[in-house]
Every structure is written in C-alpha cells, then in structure tokens.
C-alpha cells in the first residue's frame, strides 16, 4: 500500500520550474530518502506532497485523498522542518502540553513524546537552552503529539554535528520499528542515509532521475562496490583492469575497491585468488556491498542525462 503517490507533478515559480513532471511513491511502514543538490527541488516537492502548495500539473494522493488544503490528511502527517521556530522562553513540557490541548490530545500525550525522544530530563528547560540535536529531538516529539502515521523531515539533519546527526537518525529508525510510522526524508547530506532509508528518490533539476531499493538501484547503475584488502593494491589492481566484466578500479592503501556489471559478484571472487597468485600477492580480505549514496546520485544523474530512468 502507498500513503504517496505521486504523477507528473510540476510546479512553476514565474520562469523558473522547480518541479518538472515528478513521479514518486512511498509504500506504508518505509523509510524513503528523498535526496539531491539544494535547488533540486525538494521542498517544492513536499509542499504540494503536504497540501500547502497546488501543483500546476499533474496528481498527488497521500493516502489515497487530494491533500490540497485536506484536514483529514493533515491530521495524519507529523512535520519536521529544516529550521523549526518555537517560542525561544517557554518550557519544553509546558510548551507542549500546550500543542496538546491544541490537538484536542491529553497532557500526558507531552511526557510520552518526549520519553520517546529522550528528553525527560528537559522538560523544564527553556526552548532557547535547548542544543541544536535537543532542538530537533523536540522537533521530532512536537511532530508526535498527535501520534500521525506518516512524517515528513525536510533536511532533519542539515544544522547538525556528525553525533547528533547520528542519534537523530537512530531516532528516526526506532521510530519507524516500534511505532510503524513510515518517513518521508528529504536531504542534501546523503552519508549518514544510507543507515535508515531502505529505498531513495533521486532528485535533480526538478526531476526524478531513478528511485528504488538501494540494493537494486546499485545493480541497475553497476555501483555496487566489492572492496578486496590485499598487501600489493597496485599490482593486483592492474591484472583486474583487464578482466572484461570490471568497470571501475580504485586503489587504496591497503587494498582495492572494484565495481562490476552486474551479476558477475561471484566471477570476481573466483578470479581474486588466481590473479593474487600471479603477482605474490596476499588476500586479507574481499567485502561486498552497495555504493555509496554519493555514488549512486552522481551514476543515475549521469546516466538520466543520456535519458531518463
């Protein structure tokens, strides 16, 4: 089942097109990226994905209704923006069993979310006291209050340092294990993704270049990486730049990473032992994976220019 779905959206400012002839969709219970350049086109996205924005042409369905100007749909989906602004002087409980009542929700609805979030132990603290990753746990809990189904993070992770980033998304993916709640993640900063989003959208220019299941987007683009630890990189990489399945050879130093046309993992790990062999060469180790998301973006934008996938 999708809550998103999402056909030939576009979307003009005057003569500048931010979105143009966008696909997308984002199955129930998942964790999808949303990742490209700042410029992209993102935001556009997720405005008209939240009702805010009506696009120009095309259709979207979140949970199989229009979410123009939709309360019930809205009553469905958390938020978590990129900046997120509270009132600086009031108290992190105080403030939201305030969003609570709102919300038509009990009190006790704050010190849940905030359990959830690991801020029990700021619930007196001012808003403005707050850290930049407390600040986006309390993001995250505002988020909650309404207990929605769906949420939608527009660069949760941009103001903040590697740790925090991390433990936001360990958040995010606690969140979406114990509690089913499916995330929508749009970013620029792809490294840490890769951890949570189990499929990516890859947007550029207003459109989608490919999207899918990480593992499968690395066969379709031959990225998935095999890295083979060895004491002599050089010479093993230069017999393996000649078997004809290889596409790219990069050399470390301590070993090589190789990237092949698809299928072909397994030929590659009956060959290493035979060209180590030749060049006296030591395997410490052959590990096998998908590409990087940098990888990935750079192959399908590359690839889409020569036509769209």
Known sequence: MSVVWAEDLAKSYGKVVAVDGLSLRVDKGSIMGLIGPNGAGKTTTIKMILGLLRPDR??????DEDPWDNPNIKSRIGIIHEKA?????????EYLERVCRIFGRSESRAREVL??????DAYDRKIKDLSAGMLQKFAIAHALVHEPEFVVADE?????????????????LKLNREENVTFLISSHILPELSRVCESVAIMNQGKIWASGKLVELSEKFGAKTTRISTDKPEALAELIRKLDYVKRVEVESRGV???VVGGVDEKLYEDIPKLAKKV??????????VASLEELFRLAV????????
């Open 156 to 172: 949760p992770t941009s103001n903040l340092d590697p740790e925090a980033r991390s433990d936001l998304l360990e958040l995010i």
């Open 58 to 63: 095309g259709q979207v369905r979140v949970f």
């Open 302 to 309: 590359r690839s889409g220019r020569g036509g769209r996938h």
């Open 280 to 289: 006296d060469a030591k395997v410490l180790g052959i590990e096998s994976g």
């Open 115 to 120: 359990t959830i979030v690991n801020l029990e």
């Open 257 to 259: 990473n190789v990237n």
């Open 85 to 93: 602004y509270f009132p600086s002087r009031r108290k992190v409980l």
